[in-house]
């Protein structure tokens, strides 16, 4: 009976849905971690995105009537293979372009060759002064003849152009209100910034108007190819086309870096760009503002790096300084007496570390400045003042003798031991590469059939008898390698050849 009348209890419990006191409910619940604090952008965003701006340019162009000419690909399909209602032809017929004839589309009332101003080019840039001073890259004004800025509450301003600087990439721009006081912002200080600070990246991507994006510094000092004052900062926050002349900051809200070119096999964004660092667009920004354009010291020589196979040539200890490959007639460097084949290793006294550095410290003094250049010559080291002049603004490279015709008749005199045969040049100077063994040092280093020797450790020679004795001397000297001069249509290097020592 007591069994019994403990269910009976049992059930009348669960019945009227009562839980005894004895027995707990687990519920789940939500996950919750405790993680470090991120810093949030939005701050910086705020107060610095008045002062970034959208750049619209305009360019005097032709109209279609002179256009008969224009091409564009549709993945290999031109205007006649599109459907007559296709978007694309009707705008193009409405607008000028080539119709589905191959022909410019008719405008009506319009002079033939007439030009007229229209978009060419947009970008980003930022102010840098209440007065209105914009700073923007050279090649999204490039060509222009009217300039449109567009504030991020969408006021439109018109702009003129104060100056460009082509070797840097960067221009500035002049908003004329003298009723409006405009937010701006300043440059950071480049010794503060390291790799793998935050970065943020405000701009115009694709016409898109203020967008942000945030990163890392990746990388600094990158050397693109793009000039002799290559000294870029590599950044990761996504930088699209658009963002050109757009600023980067720090968490502070100083420009770091003005976006100037991206890394894309496809064209957008892959995390890899590059950006002009503050501390070189600062003094480019101030000398636009004061003259419009940059005077720069001018050394003219032709300079390649020291490799640590010229290094060894020339008997220099480390594999630094800039290697003069020619000095360029009548130039500062010339009249002071550096020579071809002298290493650049110090400007007043300061290391020169790569032809890269040496061009940014001459580029650093105003014409006319007379400095301490130190050169290594024959294996000693000695000074040179030179009075620098001024950087020609269409300094073109010079380029060497035309190549040799590869059937003149040869003296059949051959360096087997460094891969290479030789006979001498036409014009009597220096010695024609008739052949180079493929599995030879001298194939390693890029020589071909056609290019001229001029010099070896800075001799010149004309037979390969003539360059035999200097390397002999070389190796009495107790060198390994022989430094080679060679010149071909893209101009003249050095290469540096190991010495057979038996």
Request: charged share 20%; proline share 6%.
């Amino acid at each position: 009976m007591l069994r019994n009348s403990t269910a009976a209890g049992l059930a009348a419990v669960i019945v009227a849905g009562s839980v005894p006191a004895m027995i707990v409910p687990a519920y789940a619940e939500a996950v919750r971690v405790e993680a470090p604090q991120v810093p949030s952008f939005a701050d910086v965003v705020s107060a610095v995105s008045p002062a970034v701006v959208s750049v619209r340019v305009q360019s005097n162009v032709q109209t279609a009537q002179d256009e008969s000419n224009f091409q564009f690909g549709f993945g290999g399909r031109g205007f006649e293979d599109l459907p007559d209602d296709h978007p694309l032809k009707r705008f193009f017929k409405e607008f000028g372009m080539p119709g589905p004839d191959g022909h410019p589309g008719q405008k009506p009332n319009r002079p033939r060759g007439e030009g007229r101003l229209r978009p060419t080019s947009q970008g980003s840039g930022f102010f840098i002064s209440e007065d209105g001073y914009i700073v923007t890259n050279n090649h999204v004004v490039e060509d222009g003849a009217a300039y449109t800025v567009v504030m991020n509450d969408g006021t439109e301003l018109d702009a003129k152009l104060v100056g460009t600087d082509a070797r840097t990439d960067l221009a500035v721009l002049k908003v004329e209100n003298p009723k409006q006081k405009f937010t701006y912002v300043q440059f950071a200080a480049d010794e503060n910034m390291r790799v793998g600070d935050w970065v943020v990246a405000v701009g115009n991507p694709f016409g898109l108007g203020g967008t942000v994006t945030a990163g890392i510094i990746s990388a600094r000092g990158r050397d693109i190819g793009s000039g002799p004052y290559d000294d870029y900062i590599q950044i990761d926050a996504a930088v699209n086309r658009g963002n050109s002349g757009g600023p980067d900051f720090n968490l502070s809200g100083e420009v770091v870096g003005i976006n100037t070119a991206i890394f894309s096999p496809s064209g957008g964004n892959v995390g890899i760009a590059f950006a002009i660092p503050a501390s070189v667009a600062k003094g480019v920004v101030d000398e636009l503002i004061k003259s419009g354009t940059v005077e720069r010291g001018w050394l003219g020589v032709q300079i390649q790096p020291v490799t640590k196979d010229i290094a060894d040539s020339l008997g220099l200890s480390e594999a630094s300084g800039a290697l003069v490959v020619a000095p360029q007639a009548g130039s500062p460097g010339e009249k002071a007496g550096i020579k071809q084949g002298d290493v650049v290793t110090a400007v007043n006294g300061e290391t020169v570390k790569d032809p890269r550095d040496l061009a940014k410290r001459i580029a650093a003094f105003a014409p006319g400045t007379t400095v301490d250049v130190s050169i290594w010559r024959e294996g000693k080291s000695m000074s040179l003042k030179v009075e620098l002049g001024e950087l020609p603004k269409d300094q073109q490279a010079s380029s060497g003798d035309a190549t040799p015709d590869k059937t003149t008749p040869s003296t059949e005199q051959a360096l087997a031991n460094m891969g290479i045969s030789v006979a001498p040049a036409e014009d009597g100077k220096g010695l024609t590469i008739v052949d180079v063994d493929p599995d030879s040092d001298a194939a390693d280093k890029g020589l071909q059939a056609g290019e001229k020797i001029v010099s070896v450790n800075n001799q010149a020679v004309s037979t390969a008898d003539e360059v035999m004795k200097v390397i002999d001397q070389a190796k009495k000297d107790g060198r390994t390698k022989a430094l080679f001069q060679v010149e071909s249509q893209n101009g003249s290097r050095f290469v540096a050849l190991p010495i057979d020592q038996g």
